[in-house]
């Protein structure tokens, strides 16, 4: 692990925009200069004290930062072991942790003079924030949606075009989440003179892994102070438990304390019907090997001959047969351990969270929180657990209900 | 020398541009495929190009993503593509063979492994749309190593800062896309390709041919007459997709030939 001091694990990525062997710049050359440009344009916002100015202004009077840091008291004493904790990043404006990384890109696009900005989206969170902020900033908006996403996320996809944006459903591939970021990569790779491509999780071509997370870190960077405001100077969680599709609200979270070592961090990935050589889920640590895909190199679900293979979740939003680079280097270095959970499970945690806390989760931290099930009863009382309550889950009703085989009305 | 190098000489001694054409290995079936292969160089095709079918082709448009998806759902695969290779050169000796795909596929089966393969089949140049120079360790170097030609692309967004980069490790020829966009999109205007491709040949002495946007034996001949030589893909695997026997596919890419050649 650790090898060349206290700040090992978070150097990364390295200038080739590699973390370990993971990460790089897999795209075409058309896409180049215009990465390296974004690349050298980050770089130089992220050191601007007007660039972060803006974020924390927009950050506190639009999106509603910072979220609480919440201790959930009745699902702790059910489960009857550590203290649970929720970070209420469902509570931002627009529902989700996405809108944290979309306003930065978004002011990084204004700043390189970019007027038409795309973005893909699985569940739609995603594209609503997007939408959102386009339509707060007057940009031109598209956003590229899997023809089923579309089909079966209906309110998402009104909300965005409420909001302004284009909506278009993609057919290629099997239009799913990954064929609607294939689509994405072309459109940019046709308008990339005036077009900013939104990425909306930590993958693709350096610098978005890297990028997205630093948007995403604020989740964790608040959690260590409101930690210690509630439990004390000094106190770190004990343990870290977020879910994973790409893995951006995981990397929020996990980034600010990956060189405390007294934190356990866990990564809950989807387990769909099971992990197994079905293949029915997203759990791309636990079931696939690395590949390249989407401009970067992580694991993926493949077949023998890196043909890529669909994932399969009751959650839109982690049903990516990819994850995020800097996973794939946390889980082969051992920094981060790596979980999956199945629908069934992630089903009972949202409701037990419904009817314990009063808080209707996505189904994206369900499976968060079905983990949390799972570890916090084996653990002392005085352990804290701090879990990423990423989304809220009023786009999830009708999966649910589904589910639990209630018919509604639409 | 390669079989690519020895096919410019030539054309060059005889003053005539390179037809370059594209098809899918597989697609619709192995059968055909290879039919419509080996017929290729009777219709007057100097380099072949086999595009090797991945699930997700980011760099091209709905014609051959569904080239692809049509041969991968009748079960090609990398060893299938590699014996239809292997299965042309027992007729064919001479007509250069690029193979043109996406890293995955090539990655999973291992670098070393796949070139030694490569190279014994009678492969004799890669197109590997997501591997730019900043990532040439990956295959560009081991593949020039092996033997074989790394052929790549260079766009409309390849300023002159960053030219030398891209053509540094190139060899065999250089692929000039002549649209920002993907393969099948918007024609290939001559007045707007020209000019980029003098500006690339002033840098390198290796032949520059233009590829996307290039459907009609009159694109072929004015695109052919701004540059070395052109590709056309899309164009040829609609006429495949359309369901059309081995034979008429082949008298449409004769009439593209005798285009590109007329220049």
């Known amino acids: 692990m650790a090898e060349d001091g206290l700040n090992s694990f978070m150097t990364g990525p390295d200038e080739a925009g590699r973390f370990g062997i993971f990460g790089g710049r897999f795209v075409s050359e058309t896409l180049m200069p215009l990465i390296l440009d974004l690349e050298e344009r980050y770089n130089?916002?992220?050191?601007?004290?007007?660039?972060?100015?803006?974020?924390?202004?927009?950050w506190k009077h639009y999106v509603g930062r910072p979220s609480p840091l919440y201790f959930a008291p009745r699902l702790t004493a059910h489960l009857g072991g550590a203290k649970v904790y929720m970070k209420r990043d469902e509570l931002n404006h627009t529902g989700a942790h996405k809108v944290n990384n979309v306003l930065g890109q978004i002011i990084l696009a204004r700043r390189m003079g970019k007027t038409r900005i795309i973005a893909e989206t699985g569940a739609g969170q995603h594209g609503v924030a997007t939408a959102t902020v386009c339509a707060k900033f007057g940009l031109k908006c598209v956003v590229y949606m899997g023809a089923h996403d579309v089909e079966r996320q209906a309110p998402n996809v009104f909300r965005m075009k409420l909001l302004g944006a284009e909506v278009i459903p993609v057919t290629s591939g099997r239009g799913t989440l990954k064929d609607a970021m294939n689509d994405a990569l072309r459109d940019w790779v046709t308008n990339v003179r005036d077009t900013f491509y939104c990425i909306g999780t930590v993958a693709g071509p350096h610098p978005y892994p890297a990028m997205v997370r630093d948007f995403q870190s604020i989740i964790g960077k608040e959690v260590r102070w409101q930690l210690a405001e509630q439990e004390g100077e000094g106190r770190l969680p004990d343990t870290l438990v977020a879910a994973i599709g790409g893995g951006s609200?995981?990397?929020?979270?996990?980034?600010?304390?990956?060189?405390?070592?007294?934190?356990?961090?866990?990564?809950?990935?989807?387990?769909?019907?099971?992990?197994?050589?079905?293949?029915?889920?997203?759990?791309?640590?636990?079931?696939?090997?690395?590949?390249?895909?989407?401009?970067?190199?992580?694991?993926?679900?493949?077949?023998?001959?890196?043909?890529?293979?669909?994932?399969?979740?009751?959650?839109?939003?982690?049903?990516?047969?990819?994850?995020?680079?800097?996973?794939?280097?946390?889980?082969?270095?051992?920094?981060?351990?790596?979980?999956?959970?199945?629908?069934?499970?992630?089903?009972?945690?949202?409701?037990?969270?419904?009817?314990?806390?009063?808080?209707?989760?996505?189904?994206?931290?369900?499976?968060?929180?079905?983990?949390?099930?799972?570890?916090?009863?084996?653990?002392?009382?005085?352990?804290?657990?701090?879990?990423?309550?990423?989304?809220?889950?009023?786009?999830?009703?009708?999966?649910?209900?589904?589910?639990?085989?209630?018919?509604?009305?639409? | 020398m390669t079989r690519i190098d020895d096919t410019f000489a030539r054309l060059k001694s005889q003053g005539k541009k390179a037809f370059v054409s594209y098809i899918m290995a597989g697609d619709p079936d192995v059968a055909t495929a290879l039919a419509v292969m080996k017929g290729l160089p009777a219709a007057g095709v100097d380099i072949i190009e086999l595009g090797l079918p991945f699930t997700d082709p980011m760099?091209?448009?709905p014609?051959?993503?569904?080239?692809?998806?049509?041969?991968?759902?009748?079960?090609?695969?990398?060893?299938?593509?590699?014996?239809?290779?292997?299965?042309?050169?027992?007729?064919?000796?001479?007509?250069?063979?690029?193979?043109?795909?996406?890293?995955?596929p090539i990655y999973s089966r291992g670098v070393d492994r796949f070139l030694a393969e490569a190279k014994e089949v009678g492969i004799d140049g890669l197109i590997v749309v997501d591997l730019p120079p900043e990532e040439d360790a990956e295959l560009c170097i081991p593949a020039q190593k092996a033997g074989l030609n790394f052929i790549r692309l260079a766009t409309p967004t390849t300023d002159a800062k960053r030219l030398p980069k891209v053509l540094q490790n190139t060899s065999g020829f250089v692929y000039y896309v002549s649209v920002t966009g993907i393969t099948g999109s918007a024609a290939a205007q001559a007045g707007e390709v020209g000019p980029e491709v003098a500006r690339i040949k002033r840098s390198t002495e290796l032949p520059v041919i233009v590829g996307f946007g290039i459907n009609t034996p009159e694109a072929a001949r004015t695109?052919?007459?701004v540059a070395d030589g052109c590709v056309v893909g899309s164009a040829i695997v609609k006429e495949v997709g359309a369901g059309k026997p081995a034979a008429d596919v082949l008298a449409f890419v004769a009439d593209l030939a005798k285009g590109a050649h007329s220049a």
């Open chain 1, 44 to 58: 130089h916002a992220k050191t601007d004290p007007t660039f972060w100015a803006e974020m924390d202004d927009l």
């Open chain 1, 249 to 410: 609200n995981a990397m929020g979270l996990f980034y600010p304390f990956l060189n405390d070592p007294s934190v356990n961090i866990i990564g809950v990935e989807a387990g769909g019907k099971g992990v197994d050589d079905r293949m029915q889920h997203c759990a791309s640590l636990t079931g696939g090997r690395p590949g390249v895909l989407h401009g970067n190199r992580t694991y993926l679900l493949q077949d023998p001959d890196g043909q890529i293979l669909e994932g399969f979740s009751i959650s839109a939003g982690l049903d990516y047969p990819g994850i995020g680079p800097e996973h794939s280097w946390l889980h082969d270095v051992g920094r981060a351990k790596y979980v999956s959970i199945t629908d069934a499970e992630a089903l009972e945690a949202f409701q037990l969270c419904c009817q314990l806390e009063g808080i209707i989760p996505a189904l994206e931290p369900s499976h968060a929180l079905a983990h949390v099930m799972k570890i916090a009863p084996t653990l002392p009382k005085d352990h804290i657990i701090v879990m990423n309550m990423c989304g809220r889950g009023d786009k999830d009703i009708f999966t649910v209900a589904k589910h639990l085989g209630v018919t509604m009305k639409v």
């Open chain 2, 59 to 61: 760099a091209d448009g």
């Open chain 2, 63 to 104: 014609t051959i993503q569904l080239a692809g998806q049509r041969a991968l759902e009748g079960g090609m695969t990398v060893d299938a593509t590699l014996q239809m290779v292997r299965d042309f050169r027992a007729a064919d000796q001479k007509t250069p063979i690029v193979l043109m795909g996406y890293y995955n």
């Open chain 2, 223 to 225: 695109i052919a007459g």
